[in-house]
């Protein structure tokens, strides 16, 4: 399977028209698979909550737009926040598993490409910090 433009912009038309200004384009065969392959194009003003992964690492590589990646302690404070932007050289961020993190887009466009364990589970409430 080729990853390039055409593959991109039909995942970012998609998200436009979502109501949450994101869709994912999975790689992975199924959401039981051990490795959870996927791009996420996203929209700016897709809401996507403080959350952690207490049971797995997660990785983010931007391809195209810009990113704003915040980390928290646990009190809700920011300790690291940085722009990943592919044009800067400022490619992605790892995130080790239970650590609290927010992404917010800065472009329209915005595609990256995300890799974490499997299975897939949807956060618990105590994974989202509100």
């Known amino acids: ?3 390039d433009d055409k593959l991109l912009n039909i995942v970012s038309e998609e998200a436009k028209a979502s109501p949450r200004l ?3 384009y999975n790689l992975h065969d199924s959401l039981d698979d051990k490795v959870q392959r996927l791009f996420n194009a996203m929209e700016p003003g897709t809401i996507i909550p403080i959350q952690r992964h ?6 983010m590589i931007v391809l195209r737009g810009l990113l704003k990646i915040k980390i928290y302690d646990d009190h809700k404070n ?3 926040e940085c722009i990943l932007n592919p044009l800067d050289r400022k ?3 790892h995130i080790p598993k239970g650590v609290w993190h927010g992404v917010e887009v800065l472009s329209s466009n915005t595609v990256m490409f995300e890799v974490k364990e499997g299975p897939y589970a949807p956060l618990a409430a105590d994974d989202i910090m509100l």
Request: negative net charge; without cysteine; glycine residues 6%.
């Open 1 to 3: 399977m080729l990853i």
């Open 91 to 93: 490619f992605g961020y």
């Open 78 to 80: 920011i300790i690291e």
């Open 22 to 24: 994101r869709m994912n």
């Open 54 to 59: 207490q049971n797995t690492a997660e990785t």
